[in-house]
């Protein structure tokens, strides 16, 4: 069974930073993409980030360009979000998630993703 865990959310004031972390058990390599989602109240549930297992290369939503940074420790199985220079729109539940098949093109799409945590809340104070 393919499991994911975030932790690491928490409130912080405007301006801060924390990182999210997202432990996977399961079948997790290759071309794989891992992903980072939130869903703020009210709202629907939208893209943060994405990095695949083989590769560097990264995609972020415009809203965090420059003040998140997804990286990953294949040796810990493990997914990071570091998130600097948060602000009060920053708040929501963040979700890591796992695409449905070990190559897609459209790493934004969260349709393409078959595996989600649990969620970890994040709430940025003004």
């Known amino acids: 069974q393919v499991q994911l865990v975030e932790s690491g959310g928490g409130l912080v004031q405007a301006g801060g930073s924390l990182r999210l972390s997202c432990i996977a058990s399961g079948r997790f390599f290759g071309s794989y993409a891992m992903g980072w989602f939130r869903q703020a109240p009210g709202k629907e549930r939208e893209f943060v980030a994405a990095i695949r297992w083989n590769s560097d290369i990264t995609d972020y939503a415009d809203s965090v360009k420059g003040r998140f940074t997804i990286s990953r420790d294949n040796a810990k199985n493990t997914v990071y979000l570091r998130m600097n220079s948060l602000r009060p729109e920053d708040t929501a539940v963040y979700y890591c998630?796992?695409?449905?098949?070990?190559?897609?093109?459209?790493?934004?799409?969260?349709?393409?993703?078959?595996?989600w945590g649990q969620g970890t809340q994040v709430t940025v104070s003004s």
């Open positions: 998630a796992r695409s449905k098949t070990s190559s897609i093109v459209a790493v934004t799409t969260q349709e393409n993703y078959g595996y």
